[in-house]
């Protein structure tokens, strides 16, 4: 099975962009719209989530000023691939946590 490539990025209040991924690897094979389906219903209003929170790589611009730019990520999208996973994190650690947590929105 391949691997998920978790593509988001972060959006200042001004709209400017950085976009980022992770490879989660994906040894147990789990589907993609099983994962989606876990991961919308953990976002804030269907579409946010705190990257830190979910482990991942937080995408601030050089300068941010946390005064009026939110500390918020932006989920863009799953897909396959077949790029290696990175290694701190694999689908089932991400999926295991999500469960865990009570926050839904």
Do not use: M, Q, S
């Given at each position: 099975m391949p691997n998920i490539k978790f593509n988001y990025l972060?959006?200042?209040?001004?709209?400017?962009?950085?976009?980022?991924?992770?490879?989660l690897s994906n040894h147990d094979g789990f589907e993609l719209l099983e994962i989606e389906k876990l991961i919308r219903s953990k976002l804030i209003w269907g579409e946010w989530f705190y990257a830190d929170?979910?482990?991942?790589?937080?995408?601030?611009?050089?300068?941010?000023d946390f005064r009026i730019d939110p500390t918020w990520h932006e989920f863009e999208c799953f897909e396959y691939t077949n790029v290696a996973g990175d290694e701190f994190m694999t689908i089932k650690t991400l999926k295991t946590l999500l469960e865990k947590t009570n926050r839904q929105y």
């Open positions: 972060y959006r200042d209040a001004a709209n400017y962009k950085k976009y980022g991924f992770v490879i929170e979910w482990g991942l790589p937080e995408l601030f611009l050089e300068t941010v």
